[in-house]
């Protein structure tokens, strides 16, 4: 370029040209980006109709659609697709390319809204010429300074992101939901989504399906045999199974046409016909009973199957009763049987019949019996029967023990003769009403004249038999109504009015709140028996804690003592006395509660007869403690010995110490005293010697009189043992003999034949103390059976009593018990449990059996089938 002076400059020239060649190439950079960007923008919002035609075939891939239609339809399903698809996107066919002043101009807008300093339009300036002046070089200079600003604004020019305005096109955002609907129907395929795709593109007809029909067998056991059922496989090859009798054998033809119809089934005489299903066109149920040698052949279209079934019998139970009635203290018993049958007991009572057939006003009592734990006969089942309100308790009857199992066979126990356990009455005139009352209710023809005379009797001297106003005059009402009785339902009256009198006599107003506490737990056993709701057990369980409550506060009242300690119970046996405390009878009703919330009715029953067997042995300690002084005075003559015994080893050990220190004594001295003593004369040493000799026989002889003390205690209870009625006991004759022997070496110095002596005083008083305790159990066995006598023979046993000692502190028995022995039952399956198995399997079939599901679910059946 020449300049105005005439010379070229190179400076002027080059460097210009080079920032402006430069800034056009980053220009025409700019403009392809922004060519691209509105592109885009056109293209886009028609790209994404086709996203979504493609979004929406995989949406009804994944959900299966596919899978339900035909190959005609999926067809059609697909055509529809593709119209919409290359409607979508045809409108591609009319995006063009923007002209280069277009995309000058979008430059030019972006940079003005980003930076206002460029608001001058740097792009379009970039691309202009200069039109008039070119020959003019100040004209030249100002346009080289202009082209150079203008460089310089290109290089800060960008082009912003593409604005395709998806908001104008696609107002309601329909585009978001085919792309959620397209994850969820992603999940719901799961791994089957490449075949659910795939499934568009099949377009072959399925094979023709077989026979519509199928046949399925198999053996439903009683619900007693808690057994599970019996598949029957149907592929044409014989079968032999065993199974319960009563069993039943169901055949199951489902299906439709010449198939289904031309299935015959033949059974022989061990299978009998019961009703099944009602018939249907498509289904078609034979149900068997197995009675027998079962044989049943099924001939199909596919071939002929013969099916065997050999009947396992039901043997009938066997029952044995253990003992006769083991009476409580009260007056209620303990029936104890062995039972044994093949899958159990369902029912047990007791029956009674009277020994002389005739008229009474009230029937004889209906016993249920407790069901075993398990049918084996291995075990004991114990049932706590209270009679002591009935009329007929105390009256001689015949006795059996009746078991059923549920097929109803029966079993029973030979029949014998009792006299039914009656509550004892200390008061004599109480005991006497209620024997009225017996005879007037069981034998009212023949014994009401008997009875009459009885009551007239006792209202010929008053002061002597009824001193009470009440009870004068309560005898004189009954007796009178007696006399103007003319039906039943007087006579009973009358009875209940005796009862009530004998009740008020022996207890006073302790019976009333006994007769709660019997109420609240007879109510609460029947809830539980018949596995009441959690509320009505809740409200029952509450009112036999208050009725527990009241009762023990009377008792104690009644007995002078702390309410807090009524609960106590103590058996004067020999052996240490057990109790129950109000806390341990609360805490059996409240793990009764929970084992009745968490549905354990098993358990709820048994701490229920546990608590009642608490309460009876509760109240028959009470009763022997006020009574049994010969008990309690055996009770301190056992602790006096104790005592001796503690006091002998005590004196055996000082005797023992003495004589060591003695001989200690008169040992050689050691270096550093014979030192000291060499400065002693021969006197001196022996008179100090004597003194130490003095002393130790000083307190030997006070050893001996303590030892001659308890030789003489021994001897005094020795002799109050025989003013009991107890045997002497050798051992501790050998005691007194050896406390003998102890008290004359003490006395003579000699301390190590007293030790030894006293050593024998020991072993015999321990052996004496054994042979009392042994007799004191003999000498309450034989006043247990002299009270409890029965009639015919009948030795009530003191299984149930508190203290017993083949008891817990409960009352449970411990006999025979081996906690360790292992054995540990594991319950079976409830019966609500199989009949839940049973509905399941029954829907299992009622699926298998229709032939229009897909093949793989017809075999995923049957593998259920078969592997249950």
Same mark, same amino acid.
């Given at each position: 370029m020449i300049g105005k002076g005439g010379f070229e400059s190179d400076s002027g020239e080059n460097g210009p040209r080079?920032?402006?060649?430069?800034?056009?190439?980053?220009?025409d950079r700019l403009v392809a980006q922004a060519r691209a960007a509105a592109l885009w923008e056109q293209a886009w919002p028609l790209l994404w109709?086709?996203?979504?035609?493609?979004?929406?075939?995989?949406i009804l891939s994944w959900a299966g659609v596919w899978l339900d239609l035909p190959p005609l339809w999926r067809q059609l399903g697909l055509a529809v697709l593709a119209v919409l698809l290359v409607a979508a996107l045809l409108p591609l066919v009319h995006v063009r390319r923007i002209e280069r002043r277009s995309a000058l101009t979008r430059l030019d807008r972006e940079a003005s809204a980003r930076d206002p300093a460029l608001r001058h339009g740097p792009a379009s300036t970039a691309q202009d010429t200069l039109a008039v002046g070119a020959a003019d070089s100040g004209s030249r200079a100002l346009w080289a300074l202009h082209q150079s600003r203008a460089a310089r604004a290109v290089a800060a020019l960008r082009v912003g992101p593409p604005r395709p305005g998806m908001t104008r096109h696609d107002p309601f955002a329909l585009r978001a939901g085919l792309v959620v609907a397209a994850v969820a129907s992603l999940f719901a395929a799961g791994p089957e989504w490449r075949e659910r795709i795939a499934a568009a593109f099949d377009w072959q007809e399925p094979a023709a399906p077989g026979p519509n029909f199928r046949v399925d067998g198999w053996i439903d056991p009683p619900l007693y045999t808690r057994l599970p059922p019996l598949l029957i496989a149907m592929d044409g090859t014989d079968q032999h199974l065993r199974a319960p009798v009563n069993a039943q054998l169901i055949v199951r033809i489902a299906g439709q046409g010449k198939a289904a119809a031309n299935t015959t089934l033949t059974p022989n005489a061990g299978l009998v016909p019961v009703p099944g299903q009602e018939q249907r066109p498509d289904l078609r149920e034979e149900r068997y009973r197995i009675v027998g040698a079962a044989e049943l052949t099924i001939v199909t279209p596919a071939g002929r199957q013969r099916l065997t079934v050999d009947a396992i019998p039901d043997r009938p139970p066997e029952v044995t009763a253990v003992g006769g009635p083991e009476v409580n203290g009260r007056g209620t018993f303990n029936l104890t049987y062995r039972a044994k049958d093949d899958y159990g007991i369902s029912s047990a009572e007791a029956e009674i019949a009277p020994i002389k057939p005739g008229r009474s006003l009230v029937p004889l009592p209906h016993i249920n019996l407790a069901l075993p734990a398990d049918a084996s006969g291995e075990t004991d089942t114990k049932t706590l029967v209270d009679l002591t309100d009935n009329a007929w308790s105390g009256a001689r009857v015949r006795y059996r023990i009746t078991v059923k199992d549920e097929a109803g066979q029966e079993a029973r126990t030979p029949e014998t003769e009792i006299t039914l356990p009656a509550r004892p009455f200390r008061d004599p005139l109480a005991r006497a009403l209620a024997e009225d009352r017996?005879?007037?209710?069981t034998a009212p023809d023949s014994d009401r004249p008997w009875v009459q005379a009885a009551l007239d009797a006792l209202l010929v001297a008053p002061e002597m038999f009824t001193p009470q106003p009440a009870v004068f005059l309560g005898l004189k009402t009954a007796t009178e109504r007696l006399r103007r009785a003319r039906s039943d339902s007087e006579l009973v009256a009358v009875a209940d009015l005796l009862w009530e009198m004998a009740l008020k006599i022996e207890d006073g107003d302790l019976s009333d709140a006994e007769k709660q506490l019997r109420q609240a737990q007879d109510r609460l056993k029947e809830a539980i028996d018949r596995n009441a709701p959690d509320d009505e057990i809740k409200?029952?369980?509450?009112?036999?804690?208050?009725?527990?409550?009241k009762f023990l506060s009377e008792m104690a009242q009644k007995q002078g003592r702390d309410p807090g300690k009524t609960g106590e119970? @103590?058996?004067?046996?020999? &052996?240490?006395? =057990?109790?129950?405390?109000?806390?341990?009878?609360?805490?059996?009703i409240q793990d009764m509660a929970d084992a009745m919330k968490r549905g354990d009715t098993a358990e709820a029953q048994r701490l229920m007869d546990q608590l009642r067997n608490v309460l009876e042995?509760?109240?028959?300690?009470?009763r022997g403690s006020r009574s049994d002084q010969s008990s309690r005075e055996m009770q301190k003559q056992m602790r006096d010995l104790d005592a001796m015994a503690k006091e002998q @080893?005590?004196?055996?050990? &000082?005797?023992? =110490?003495?004589?060591?220190?003695q001989r200690g004594g008169q040992r050689q001295p050691k270096s550093g005293q014979q030192q000291g003593q060499r400065g002693q004369q021969p006197g001196q040493k022996q008179q100090g010697q004597q003194g130490q000799g003095q002393q130790g026989q000083s307190q030997q002889g006070d050893a001996g009189e303590r030892q001659q003390a308890l030789r003489q205690r021994l001897e005094e209870l020795e002799q109050r043992m025989k003013e009991n009625g107890m045997r002497g006991e050798q051992g501790l004759s050998d005691a007194e003999d050896a406390m003998r022997e102890a008290e004359n070496a003490l006395k003579q110095g000699d301390s190590g034949e007293a030790v030894d002596a006293q050593g024998r005083a020991l072993d015999g008083l321990k052996k004496g103390a054994e042979g009392m305790a042994q007799q004191m159990q003999e000498m309450a066995e034989g006043q247990g059976q002299g009270e409890g006598q029965q009639e015919g023979g009948q030795q009530p046993g003191q299984q149930g009593q508190a203290g017993a000692r083949d008891d817990d502190p409960l009352g449970r028995p411990t006999r025979g018990r081996d906690m360790s022995d292992g054995r540990v039952r594991v319950p079976t399956a409830d019966e609500s449990a199989v009949q839940r198995a049973r509905r399941i399997m029954e829907e299992l079939r009622r699926k298998l059996g229709d032939p229009s599901r897909p093949r793989e679910e017809l075999d995923y059946f049957e593998r259920l089938l078969r592997r249950n």
């Open positions: 080079t920032e402006s060649d430069g800034a056009a190439a980053r220009l109709r086709g996203l979504g035609v493609v979004l929406l075939f995989l017996r005879r007037l209710v409200r029952l369980t509450q009112d036999l804690k208050q009725a527990l409550d119970r @103590q058996q004067q046996n020999g &052996q240490q006395s =057990k109790t129950v405390t109000p806390q341990d009878l609360d805490k059996m042995n509760l109240q028959t300690a009470e @080893q005590g004196l055996r050990d &000082q005797t023992y =110490k003495d004589g060591q220190e």
